[in-house]
């Protein structure tokens, strides 16, 4: 029988090895490894904006906590915790595709490397709606105030506070230099 009267088709293997990668979604190491080349690139690139050097320095501290630093946060339960310390929790949980809860958030710092790894592509990946209340919640906070604090948790919770309000400057940084490209 010949091929050409059928109604099957041939897939291109171009066409199969890019469905594929579409729905694989990359592994922790590889989220990672791109978190890093990400912060790599940034930290090496000279930018002229106060967003992009806030950034520098907020990401420079949250990688640089120690993993008892981050094992603090663990330290009380959420009704004893400040209200910074619930709003940040449940704001990270965003960056890691998780529901925005506090036991979300202790569930991802059992494993500080793990819950070091966001970058930039985290907020990209939030919808709409979850960065606009991300934005919101974290834009009255007080990052050097939380540090301030004299509870187990205050360097954690301040180096997150810091790293979010920064990432979220950087990003409206980002599309307004590509609203004004267009």
């Not at 091929?3 to 990668?21: C, K, Y």
């Not at 640089?64 to 330290?75: E, R």
């Not at 070091?116 to 907020?123: A, F, H, P, R």
């Not at 506070?161 to 230099?177: C, G, Y």
């Amino acid at each position: 029988s010949s091929h050409f009267g059928s109604s099957r088709r041939l897939l291109d293997p171009v066409d199969v090895a890019m469905a594929e990668e579409i729905e694989r979604r990359p592994s922790r190491r590889e989220q990672k490894e791109a978190a890093d080349a990400f912060s790599e690139r940034l930290n090496s690139t000279p930018a002229a904006c106060s967003e992009a050097d806030a950034f520098r320095e907020a990401d420079d501290s949250l990688k640089a906590l120690k993993p008892t630093a981050i094992s603090a946060l663990s330290g009380l339960t959420p009704e004893d915790m400040l209200p910074e310390a619930v709003i940040v929790m449940e704001c990270w949980c965003y960056l890691h595709a998780e529901p925005p809860s506090v036991s979300a958030c202790l569930k991802l710092a059992e494993d500080p490397d793990d819950f070091k790894l966001v970058g930039m592509s985290s907020l990209q990946c939030m919808s709409a709606d979850e960065f606009k209340t991300v934005a919101e919640r974290m834009g009255a906070l007080d990052a050097k105030q939380a540090r301030e604090r004299p509870i187990a948790s205050a360097e954690a919770v301040g180096a997150m506070i810091a790293w979010l309000q920064s990432a979220i400057a950087m990003h409206r940084w980002a599309l307004d230099i590509r609203a004004a490209g267009q």
